[in-house]
């Protein structure tokens, strides 16, 4: 079923933020988590390097030194 781009969503309630992780509504105390195990989890991930920030490192040339 696709949306229909026409409809009037002036009158929706807006939608509730989900926690990233269970998809629970988020609670402004933790958030973007709905709970302290979420964000603890989270937390985790980034210590294990299960996340990681893509980074390109510059090469060395030898050349451009001298």
Same mark, same amino acid.
């Given at each position: ?19 990233? %992780? ?11 988590? !709905?709970?302290?195990? !979420?964000?603890?989890?989270? %937390? $985790? ?13 510059? $090469? ?7």
């Amino acid at each position: 079923m696709t949306e229909d781009p026409t409809r009037d969503r002036s009158q929706e309630a807006p939608r509730t933020p989900r926690c990233p %992780l269970c998809g629970r509504p988020r609670v402004q105390r933790f958030r973007p988590f !709905c709970s302290a195990r !979420c964000r603890d989890v989270d %937390l $985790g991930r980034w210590f294990d390097a299960t996340y990681a920030v893509p980074a390109v490192e510059p $090469g060395y040339d030898e050349d451009e030194e001298e």
